[in-house]
């Protein structure tokens, strides 16, 4: 990563409060360190990664992404990379396993914007993942809603399959952020296969986030989501797609989360 390029990225991000990068509370779930951060935390622990001049990797676990990723944990034991939780699937096995649950639910759909909307100037997107039509839209809604400038974007279906210098690409970009939306694990080998020759210094990995931006597909009502029943509300309306996630997974789920307590 050049100086240059850090310099530019330091200039145009700035964290909504003043804040320190020390240790929070982390509650390792079927040995993946998912630290206990609110929105404003976790906003502040990136503003310390780009203060030190460091990429810092964003994982959301939920359910899935525990069950999914499993033969990725050897990877993910460096200081780059940065677990939040995502649901409460993530909140109830905390209270379980350690006695306490996490600080805030650090959902991708939510916290994303909230800390794009705390950077005084725009920053560089570049978008990896979803199908064509939806990545369009998706893009329009990150320049328009969120202000932030889209500098590329890769849909993750011909697109990713014919583009064998996707990586220069994006160097190219001189893109501040990379988002990939390819489900997990795909999206997390991805950034962990090519973290270390991009570089823009925050790459995440944001599931079906794109789908939410196009209005694909539908967010929970605000109720619903405040009883934490969005899980419910999203396998109504795609129980083919996700009824295995929501049953058999969630088995799964909680027998890595005992056996590794």
């Known amino acids: 990563m050049s100086h240059k390029h850090r310099q530019a990225y330091a200039a145009g991000f700035e964290s909504v409060q003043a804040g320190t990068s020390s240790p929070r509370p982390t509650r390792h779930m079927a040995h993946f360190p998912v630290r206990s951060y609110t929105s404003t935390e976790l906003v502040s622990h990136l503003h310390a990664h780009r203060e030190r001049a460091s990429q810092v990797i964003l994982f959301f676990a939920n359910t899935n992404f525990v069950v999914q990723c499993q033969g990725l ?43 794009f909307r705390q ?24 320049t328009q809603q969120l202000g932030q400038q889209v500098v590329g974007s890769c849909d993750g279906y011909e697109g990713i399959r014919n583009s064998p210098d996707l990586i220069d690409t994006i160097n190219r970009s001189q893109a501040d ?14 950034i962990l296969e ?14 079906a986030l794109f789908d939410f931006w196009a ?47």
């Open 73 to 115: 944990q050897h990877l993910m034991a460096c200081e780059a990379i940065t677990i939040v939780n995502d649901g409460i699937g993530l909140e109830m096995a905390a209270r379980w396993l350690h006695g306490a649950g996490f600080s805030d639910n650090l959902n991708g759909t939510d916290f994303l914007p909230f800390f």
């Open 194 to 207: 090519h973290r270390q020759n991009l570089h823009a210094c925050m790459l995440a990995g944001v599931g």
């Open 215 to 261: 209005g694909n597909k539908p967010r929970a009502p605000r109720l619903i989501q405040k009883l934490r029943l969005e899980w419910c509300y999203r396998l109504c309306l795609e129980p083919r797609r996700l009824m295995r996630r929501y049953t058999i997974d969630i088995v799964t789920f909680i027998q890595y989360c005992h056996r590794n307590r």
């Open 119 to 142: 950077t005084p100037q725009p920053l560089k997107i570049f978008m990896l993942g979803g199908q064509p039509h939806v990545l369009s839209k998706a893009a329009d809604y990150v």
């Open 177 to 190: 952020v990379v988002l990939v939306a390819l489900g997990n694990p795909v999206q997390e080998k991805w």
